[in-house]
């Protein structure tokens, strides 16, 4: 078993529930965390018996952007619920999403969910 991550993946799209949320872009901070067995790519050095973090970011910026999500909560399952459809040997998903701008007086505010196979 091992872990890849991607650690303040930047995704600028439209996020939020009020009226100029709705209509400007705003940027997201997303660290994720997958445990799955990579045993076999180990052995092969082939990106294909693997979780390539590449696509990973690819496919999250793509949900985002096309999304257009009110709630960073609802970004974070949908994102989920994607990457354990993608990726069926995840065993673990960790995932934070950070609103960096949204609140003056706080560094950002966050969502973390973590979710494993039986939770689909």
Request: hydrophobic letters at 40%.
């Given at each position: 078993m091992g872990t890849i991550g991607i650690k303040d993946l930047k995704i600028t ?108």
């Amino acid at each position: 078993m091992g872990t890849i991550g991607i650690k303040d993946l930047k995704i600028t799209c439209i996020i939020g529930i009020y009226p100029a949320e709705r209509t400007t872009t705003q940027t997201l901070l997303l660290d994720i965390e997958i445990d799955y067995p990579f045993s076999t790519a180990v052995m092969s050095e082939d990106i294909t018996q693997t979780i390539d973090y590449a696509k990973v970011a690819e496919q999250l910026t793509e949900l985002a952007v096309t999304g257009r999500y009110q709630l960073i909560e609802t970004l974070a399952e949908h994102a989920a619920q994607l990457l354990f459809k993608t990726y069926p040997h995840i065993q673990r998903l960790r995932l934070d999403i950070k609103k960096p701008n949204a609140l003056p007086a706080a560094t950002y505010p966050y969502v973390r969910l973590e979710r494993f196979p039986h939770s689909y």
